[in-house]
């Protein structure tokens, strides 16, 4: 039996996400069932002040390691520490581009939030230096990592529910008042507006179901077009309230015998599913976020899609046969540890990429959303666009 081994994280940024993927990084991995790998903070860095490391270290990170944990109050900093195996970058996606040039430069490697950063030309860039120097990236796709999408792409691949044909996903949070001026989802300075805050979740179940359930050569041929895509802009910033977009796959999955549409679909005035919060004394009322239909039936997932905990199978048969199943998260936690141990036993085996959120995957919604935000007519300032680097933003 192969010993447990330890990975040792730098966490930068302190907010929010920051916290919860903290959390779920140091819930005991027994409690999913996971025996090689064990999680530790070694450092955390916060861009405004010590004291902001300091805090997050004392409120989330366990008590056996708050000893071992080093503050910092830059991130500079905390890519010398030679403790640190790989970073976690929890800043805006405005500054993931300058956020992990800098891991790179200092040869740590990366596990980065998604959006990995605000187009492909920056993300092209962190994969070919990351390759160049022979370092472990990834973007940090949560959702593919869940027990509950590898399900969904089994049955894919099983062909459960025959060729499949058309994807539509939505993510829209129904947002009950204006978002302050300064938010990051409306805030052009930090990239804000629905589509790289939440339609990368629509995006991430289209092409996990119709891309990523290819096999490889058949991905090879299966680039998708940017058919039409819709905006709305927030009337006082210019960031994009609304997005639709309509992707063609010229093969379906698993075969590719056909081609296959993906529709993605991301607002903030609209919810996906204006029941979720209500009682179920109602009833089953809950409506799918995701629908992945095939000749033979579909899989409905429900929402939110970026942490559903529930899908239902419905295969076309002489007598309908259904499948539902729902998921929970062990150990109390939110989710964001699958991410993590395939992070770090990637990273513990000598690779640069992850088999389930790929460089040229990844890239590709990326180029995807480029297109998108270019015939929807959505520029950011040239300042988080730009590909210099080293290039002094807001700090953050």
């Given amino acids: 039996m192969s010993s447990t081994k330890t990975v040792r994280w730098g966490i930068m940024a302190t907010g929010g996400i920051a916290r919860t993927f903290t959390k779920d990084l140091l819930i005991s991995p027994e409690t999913r069932n ?25 409120e989330v990170v366990s008590p056996a390691q708050q000893s071992t944990a080093t503050p910092y109050s830059s991130y500079q900093d905390l890519v010398k520490d030679p403790n640190v195996d790989i970073v976690y970058i929890a800043t805006p996606h405005s500054h993931h581009f300058q956020n992990a040039m800098l891991c790179l430069e200092y040869n740590k490697p990366v596990l980065c939030e998604k959006a990995l950063t605000v187009n492909a030309a920056q993300t092209r860039i962190l994969y070919e230096t ?53 938010s990051r989802m409306i805030n052009l300075d930090l990239a804000g507006g629905a589509l790289l805050d939440l339609g990368i979740y629509a995006l991430t179940w289209v092409f996990q179901t119709l891309y990523h359930t290819l096999p490889a050569d058949l991905q090879a041929q299966s680039r998708p077009k940017v058919v039409g895509t819709a905006m709305t802009p927030e009337p006082r910033t210019g960031a994009d309230e609304s997005t639709l977009i309509l992707l ?49 039936g579909e899989i409905q997932v429900f929402g939110p899609l970026y942490r559903p905990t529930r899908y239902r199978m419905v295969k076309k048969t ?11 998260f062990e150990g109390g936690a939110h989710g964001m540890m699958y991410e993590a ?43 988080i666009e730009s590909t210099e680097y080293p290039l002094k933003l807001t700090q953050k």
Avoid: C
Wanted: hydrophobic share 40%.
């Fill in 34 to 58: 996971v025996a090689d790998i064990l999680h530790a903070v070694a450092a955390v860095a916060s861009s405004s002040s010590l004291s902001s490391a300091e805090k997050f270290i004392s």
């Fill in 130 to 182: 990351a390759k160049k120097k022979n370092l472990f990236f990834m973007e940090a796709v949560w959702t593919r990592y869940f027990p509950l999408s590898q399900a969904v792409r089994k049955h894919i691949t099983d062909g459960d529910v025959g060729e499949v044909l058309r994807v539509t996903a939505d993510m829209s949070i129904g947002a009950p008042k204006d978002f302050d001026l300064s």
């Fill in 248 to 296: 063609q796959f010229p093969k379906s999955s698993p075969t590719g015998k056909s081609i296959s549409h993906g529709v993605a679909t991301t607002a903030l005035r609209v919810s996906d599913d204006p029941a979720r919060n209500q009682s179920r004394e109602l009833g089953d009322i809950e409506v799918p976020a995701a629908r992945i239909q095939g000749e033979n």
């Fill in 318 to 328: 002489p007598w309908p046969e259904v499948v539902d199943r729902t998921f929970e």
């Fill in 341 to 383: 141990d395939a992070a770090g036993r990637a990273l513990l085996a000598g690779a640069l990429e992850s088999e389930t959120m790929t460089w040229a995957e990844s890239t590709l919604i990326m180029e995807v959303m480029d297109e998108a935000r270019k015939q929807g007519g959505l520029k950011y300032p040239e300042s």
